[in-house]
């Protein structure tokens, strides 16, 4: 038998695939396709204070090998969400994490403080790659500074782990983790989406309702990967790593890297058994290749 746990420090996962925010509901949605207690962990949709209608339609496109979405984080609310959703995800054998929006600083808080009032959440994620209206439609993630203080300012009313979400958005994503590090996070996950266009060429109108949308899929894993392996050599907390994970081979790629675990985000629209399916493929990996603990392989690429 092979062990596939990870070990966060902060919280240990029976297995490193976490299903990602936005492509996998509130996770219930999924729950009469198999066994949720299956998962590493899952992180649901990002969550702001109340709840949102999102950006107007069409919200989707889809390009040769990647998905372009402008959801904008259409949501429930914290309340509703806590209320209706909490009390059955807990009853899940699974580490379930909130994934918390803000369109400041402030509301970070507010919705951190909020669901930290509640039991059955093993931790936060904090996507600071929402757009602050303050800060003209900057997100924190795009400036370390803006990224330590919002970083600091939920750590301040919250005593849940905080895995701090970045966006590959920036020339250096390397200072994003540092600030985000700095400021007491215990974890980063990364990539958010890429920035895209998608145009219908006869209206020559953008394809998304939003213009501007982000790209996810297989087209972003090597820009993905990249990234993980540059922040993975500079932070010293557990980096999760995502963007493109379609396969076992591909989550196994990202651990080389340097990634604790991994998440997986629009293979859930693909093919909703993706994860069960990557979990039973590293196991079958570890197992032909030897290995006692899958962990064995994080960060242990040659160069
Ligand atoms: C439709 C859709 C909705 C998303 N919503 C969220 C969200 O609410 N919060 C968040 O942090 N990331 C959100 N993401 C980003 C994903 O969690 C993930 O970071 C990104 O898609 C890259 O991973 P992937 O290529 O495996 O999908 C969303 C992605 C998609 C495709």
């Not at 402030?106 to 509640?118: D, F, G, K, M, Q």
């Not at 979400?165 to 400021?183: G, M, R, W």
Request: proline content about 7%; hydrophobic content about 45%.
């Amino acid at each position: 038998m092979v062990d596939l746990s990870s070990d966060l420090g902060f919280l240990r996962l029976k297995n490193p695939v976490i299903a990602a925010s936005g492509t996998f509901g509130y996770g219930l949605e999924f729950q009469p396709l198999y066994d949720l207690s299956q998962l590493g962990g899952l992180v649901v949709k990002g969550l702001y204070f109340k709840p949102r209608e999102g950006n107007p339609p069409p919200r989707l496109a889809e390009t040769p090998c990647g998905l372009i979405n402008s959801i904008g984080l259409q949501g429930i609310g914290v309340e509703a969400f806590c209320q209706e959703v909490l009390p059955k995800l807990a009853l899940l054998e699974t580490a379930i994490i909130a994934n918390v929006c803000g369109e400041e600083e402030e509301e970070y808080a507010r919705v951190a403080e909020y669901l930290s009032r509640h039991q059955g959440l093993a931790a936060l994620e904090l996507n600071i790659s929402c757009p602050n209206v303050r800060a003209g439609g900057k997100c924190p993630a795009q400036d370390p500074e803006a990224t330590y203080r919002t970083v600091k300012r939920v750590k301040q009313v919250s005593p849940l782990p905080l895995i701090t979400k970045l966006s590959p958005n920036v020339t250096d994503i390397t200072a994003v983790a540092l600030a985000a590090e700095e400021a007491g996070s215990e974890a980063v996950s990364l990539v958010n989406t890429f920035l895209a266009l998608a145009i219908d060429l006869e209206s020559r109108k953008p394809k998304l309702g939003n213009v501007l949308g982000g790209l996810s899929g297989p087209a972003i894993k090597p820009l993905a990967l990249r990234m993980v392996f540059e922040v993975a050599r500079q932070v010293k907390i557990p980096v999760i790593g995502l963007g493109g994970i379609f396969s076992y081979q591909d989550a196994l790629e990202f651990m080389v890297a340097g990634a604790s675990a991994v998440e997986v985000g629009t293979a859930n629209f693909v093919n909703p058994l993706a994860c069960p399916e990557i979990i039973k493929g590293l196991e079958d990996w570890a197992e032909s290749h030897g290995l006692n603990r899958l962990s064995e392989i994080v960060g242990s690429l040659k160069v």
